[in-house]
C-alpha cells in the first residue's frame, strides 16, 4: 500500500523568502514520486516529477525537489517566492507495478505575502 | 485532441438525479484516471483504466458509481441517485502506459474537471 502526507495544509511565505513544503510518502516499492501545482479554477499542472536516477529533480518555475530515501520524503523547495506561486501544492506517489494509479497527498495551499 | 477534455465544466443537479460526466482522453493514451477533490480535500482515487484490461474499481466509494469506457477512449462517469457528499470536482487523468511503471514513465495529463454540485 501506498500514502502520502503533506505537512501543513497553509503555508505562508514573504515574497522573495524560501518556500519549502514537505511530502513523506509510504510504499511498499520503489517509488515515484510527483509534485503538481493547481491554480484557482484551474486542473492540475506537473511541476517535477522522480522515477529513477538523480535524487535532485528540478521542474518548472524555479521549484526543485530531493528524494531522500532513508527519510522518505520528497520535500518541494524554491529559493526566493513569488507572488505568482500562490496556488494549492499536491504531492503524489505511485510505484512500479502499481498499475500507475497515483496516490495523493491532501495538499498544501501556498500564500505569498508582499 | 491536445488535452484531456472534461464535460460538462459544471453541473448542479437535485439530490436524488442521476448524472453522467464525460471524459475525453489524449488520443493514444491507453490509461484513464478518474479522481475526485472534495472542498479541502486532497485528491481521491476513483477507478483506473488499461487497455482492454479489467478497470481497477477499488476507489469507487458506493455501487452509485460506476464507469465505463467505450473503445479505449472517451470514458463516462455515472453516479445514481446523487447526495450531497456527492458535491466535489471529479477530475479525469489519461497518460501513456509503458512497463510496470505505469504513467510514470511518461506523467499524466490531467482535465480540468467538472465541479458537481447537488442540492
Known amino acids: 500500500a501506498q500514502s502520502v502526507t503533506q505537512l501543513g495544509s497553509h503555508v505562508s511565505v514573504s515574497e522573495g523568502a524560501l518556500v519549502l513544503l514537505r511530502c513523506n510518502y509510504s510504499s511498499s516499492v520503489p517509488p515515484y514520486l510527483f509534485w503538481y501545482v493547481q491554480y484557482p479554477n484551474q486542473g492540475l499542472q506537473l511541476l517535477l516529477k522522480y522515477t529513477t536516477g538523480a535524487t535532485l529533480v528540478k521542474g518548472i518555475n524555479g521549484f526543485e525537489a530531493e528524494f531522500k530515501k532513508s527519510e522518505t520524503s520528497f520535500h518541494l523547495t524554491k529559493p526566493s517566492a513569488h507572488m505568482s506561486d500562490a496556488a494549492e501544492y499536491f504531492c503524489?506517489?505511485?510505484?512500479?507495478?502499481?498499475?500507475?494509479?497515483?496516490?495523493f497527498g491532501q495538499g498544501t495551499e501556498l500564500s505569498v505575502k508582499p | 485532441g491536445a488535452g484531456v477534455s472534461q464535460s460538462p465544466s459544471n453541473k448542479v443537479t437535485e439530490k436524488g438525479k442521476d448524472v453522467e460526466l464525460r471524459c475525453d482522453p489524449i488520443s493514444g493514451h491507453t490509461a484513464l484516471y478518474w479522481y475526485r477533490q472534495s472542498l479541502g480535500q486532497g485528491l481521491e482515487f476513483l477507478i483506473y483504466f488499461q487497455g482492454n484490461s479489467a478497470p481497477d474499481k477499488s476507489g469507487l466509494p458506493s455501487d452509485r458509481f460506476s464507469a465505463e469506457r467505450t473503445g479505449g477512449s472517451v470514458s463516462t462517469l455515472t453516479i445514481q441517485r446523487t447526495q450531497q457528499e456527492d458535491s466535489a470536482v471529479y477530475l479525469c487523468a489519461s497518460s501513456l502506459v509503458r512497463g510496470q511503471g505505469g504513467g510514470a514513465n511518461y506523467g499524466y495529463t490531467f482535465g480540468s474537471g467538472t465541479r458537481l454540485t447537488v442540492v
Open positions: 503524489a506517489v505511485t510505484g512500479y507495478n502499481q498499475g500507475g494509479k497515483l496516490i
